[in-house]
């Protein structure tokens, strides 16, 4: 099962950090978000994007996690070379991450 069939995500930009939303499609999907999606998953995930600290805040009433990507942008929108790297592009990018789930 891969995150897009029990989450959707959103994300943004502001000069060299990312902001990456992803929020369960149904409540009662969001503890395996919790279990799935740490801090450090997320920053793996990334790997050679990010280069800064990656903070996760939880936002249980709603069913989402929130994180910050640090030192994300290659400088900013405005300085970096990307074509397409930036904030906005990552939320599709975070839906292909493979959850290890026990259905039985």
Known sequence: MKL????????GDKG????????ARDLADY???ERALSAERV???Y???VHGPVQ???????GALHFVLNDALGGG???????DAHGKTLSAAILDIVL????S
Not at 56 to 62: K, M, P, S, V, W
Request: proline share 2%.
């Open 43 to 45: 920053r793996a995930h």
């Open 4 to 11: 897009r069939d029990i989450a959707l995500a959103r994300s």
């Open 31 to 33: 503890p395996l978000l």
């Open 56 to 62: 996760r805040y939880t936002l249980a009433h709603l």
């Open 16 to 23: 060299n950090r990312a902001t990456l939303s992803v929020i």
């Open 47 to 49: 790997q050679g994007l």
């Open 77 to 83: 929108v405005t300085r970096s070379l990307a074509l």
């Open 100 to 103: 290890d789930v026990d259905l």
